[in-house]
């Protein structure tokens, strides 16, 4: 079976600070990978997905940037980190294929990234 | 433009009572809907989607929900409330006919079931 795995839990960084987030996919290959982030405990805002090694899409001009150098592996950075980053950061993955129009994504447990 | 909408921000449910949790949608072409459930401080989760087919769909956790294509809605129903179905539960769109087919997701709604 598929899981997905995302680190850390929970994240205190001073503004100015760097970031990186790390979620990886098992069980599944070529995955379409996401990073949405969530704030105020509510709307879910698509940050960045891929489609595969290398390929990027950013839907939100932002202080974030997004890499996946593995098929299953999907990098969310920051080089200097501002108050307003703040919240819950999400990744998912769905299959991609003749299956992208009807495939769920699949959620991690998330990261709370707190920036003082 | 596309949109999905949640119209209620919260909704009350005594333990044992029916529960619906709104949801409705507009998009240029034919929709494949999806209702996620999450729980404080964890990822979202699937809980059933409609894709073709008969309208009532079944999903996890005894969840069921209804597409109306006429009344563009896909509202979540469940005909026994449990406390632990108390969670934020969000409705998501995607537009087949689109070839950005990026999820288009509502607002949420806080269902709290009451003991």
């Known amino acids: 079976s598929q899981t997905i795995h995302q680190w850390p839990a929970t994240l205190v960084q001073p503004v100015g600070s760097p970031l990186s987030l790390e979620c990886t996919v098992e069980g599944t290959s070529n995955p379409n990978l996401y990073w949405y982030r969530q704030a105020a405990g509510r709307g879910l805002q698509l940050l960045f997905y891929s489609v595969g090694i290398g390929q990027i899409s950013s839907e939100v001009p932002q202080n974030l940037s997004a890499s996946r150098p593995q098929d299953r592996q999907f990098i969310l950075s920051s080089k200097k980190l501002l108050l307003s980053d703040s919240g819950f950061y999400l990744c998912?993955?769905?299959?991609?294929?003749?299956?992208?129009?009807?495939?769920?994504?699949?959620f991690g447990n998330g990261t709370r990234l707190t920036v003082t | 433009a596309q949109s999905v909408a949640q119209p209620e921000d919260q909704v009350n449910v005594a333990e044992g009572n029916p529960l619906t949790v709104k949801c409705t949608y507009s998009?240029?072409?034919?929709?494949?809907l999806f209702w996620y459930v999450q729980y404080p401080n964890r990822g979202l989760q699937f809980l059933l989607k409609y894709i073709t087919g008969d309208n009532l769909v079944k999903g996890s956790y005894g969840f069921e929900a209804e597409f109306n294509k006429s009344q563009t809605s896909f509202h979540l129903k469940k005909p026994s409330a449990l406390v632990s179905d108390s969670a934020l539960y969000f409705c998501a769109v995607r537009d087949v006919d689109d070839s950005n087919y990026q999820l288009i997701w509502g607002a949420g709604t806080k269902l709290i079931i009451k003991p």
């Open positions: 998009v240029s072409g034919n929709p494949y």
């Open positions: 998912a993955w769905s299959q991609t294929g003749l299956l992208d129009y009807n495939s769920p994504l699949h």
